[in-house]
T-cell receptor, first 112, second 108 residues
Framework: EPEVTQTPSHQVTQMGQEVILRCVPI?????FYWYRQILGQKVEFLVS????????KSEIFDDQFSVERPDGSNFTLKIRSTKLEDSAMYFC??????????FGPGTRLTVL | AQRVTQPEKLLSVFKGAPVELKCNYS??????LFWYVQYSRQRLQLLLR??SRESIKGFTADLNKGETSFHLKKPFAQEEDSAMYYC??????????FGTGTKLQVIP
């Protein structure tokens, strides 16, 4: 059964550094998403992406964040200059249409 | 604004006892409601959605628009049901709003 995959599983970085989190959505899906979960808190929506552009984003998704689909398979989340409060679990998800979203296993980002 | 409230952080029940995980929502239109489950060391996965009205692993959930609730129920808890359960809402667009989650602990 096809699954969403994410790399790396754990990323450690220094404050102020750029990080790129990678996701490979399910191949025939058209909608792509990023969520994050700060330790002990709820899963929060960051951004959705459809037809090669951002279709919706939350207030968390400020100018420090960007998303890209550089080729036909990858979907990336870039954080330009990481802050301590960016430490969280980042989940990628994809869906074939509006409705059920399939989640990846997550990337744990630790900012020191 | 859309909001999902799960009042219990932890729910402990004995094996064989009934389970009810509470979820209330706030949304001005007609939302789609979901329950996601996350077993230990596994990814978030969809457990059920209100429009399908099916029972998965013995769990059911009924959307009550009057009470704006979507409680998750199972008549007899099993040890393998121990997990984090998240109620979630979609307003018909792409954003899904999650509740804070309830950890279900089934005591053998």
């Amino acid at each position: 059964e096809p699954e969403v995959t994410q790399t790396p599983s754990h990323q450690v970085t220094q404050m102020g550094q750029e990080v790129i989190l990678r996701c490979v959505p399910i191949s025939n899906h058209l909608y792509f998403y990023w969520y994050r979960q700060i330790l002990g808190q709820k899963v929060e929506f960051l951004v959705s992406f459809y037809n090669n552009e951002i279709s919706e984003k939350s207030e968390i998704f400020d100018d420090q964040f960007s998303v890209e689909r550089p080729d036909g398979s990858n979907f990336t989340l870039k954080i330009r200059s990481t802050k301590l409060e960016d430490s969280a679990m980042y989940f990628c998800a994809s869906s074939a249409s509006l409705g059920e979203q399939f989640f990846g296993p997550g990337t744990r980002l630790t900012v020191l | 604004a859309q909001r999902v409230t799960q009042p219990e952080k932890l729910l402990s029940v004995f094996k064989g006892a009934p389970v009810e995980l509470k979820c209330n929502y706030s949304y001005s239109g007609s939302p789609e409601l979901f329950w996601y489950v996350q077993y230990s060391r596994q990814r978030l996965q969809l457990l059920l959605r209100h429009i399908s009205r099916e029972s998965i692993k013995g769990f059911t959930a009924d959307l009550n628009k009057g009470e704006t609730s979507f409680h998750l129920k199972k008549p007899f808890a099993q040890e393998e049901d121990s997990a984090m359960y998240y109620c979630a809402l979609s307003g018909g667009y792409q954003k899904v709003t999650f509740g804070t989650g309830t950890k279900l602990q089934v005591i053998p």
